[in-house]
């Protein structure tokens, strides 16, 4: 039974980490999570350089990866591993769409 219970709490997180990721930007999902746990000023805006993007990217990973967040609950690992595969995704097409304006030697 306690099994069951978990997998609704696991869908019931999936679900809702996959409506926060579709309501926000990717520079939306970053200051979100890099202001989650330290409380830090949100620094990104639309303007900013792609290196910045990717330092906001390595520092909410090392704040949401799920291996670093096995001291929480359940249901906060599972959200950390939820938001982690959806900004990881978000991240992974920023890359690919940078990658494909700049001009081949």
């Known amino acids: 039974i306690e099994c069951?219970?978990?997998?609704?709490?696991?869908?019931?997180?999936?679900k809702e980490v996959e409506h926060w990721a579709r309501s926000k930007s990717f520079i939306s999902m970053l200051n979100e999570a890099?202001?989650?746990?330290?409380?830090?000023?949100?620094?990104l805006t639309r303007s900013?350089?792609?290196?910045?993007i990717a330092k906001a990217y390595k520092l909410a990973?090392?704040?949401i990866?799920?291996?670093?967040?096995?001291?929480?609950?359940?249901s906060a690992?599972?959200?950390?591993?939820?938001m982690f595969k959806e900004i990881t995704s978000?991240?992974?097409s920023?890359?690919?769409s940078t990658t494909a304006t700049q001009p081949q030697p």
């Open 34 to 43: 890099n202001a989650w746990q330290a409380g830090e000023p949100r620094f």
């Open 94 to 96: 920023f890359r690919a």
């Open 4 to 14: 069951t219970a978990r997998e609704k709490a696991r869908d019931q997180i999936k």
């Open 65 to 74: 990866h799920p291996d670093k967040n096995l001291d929480k609950d359940y």
């Open 77 to 82: 690992q599972i959200r950390c591993t939820e």
């Open 61 to 63: 990973m090392l704040k």
């Open 90 to 92: 978000r991240y992974n």
């Open 48 to 52: 900013c350089s792609a290196s910045a």
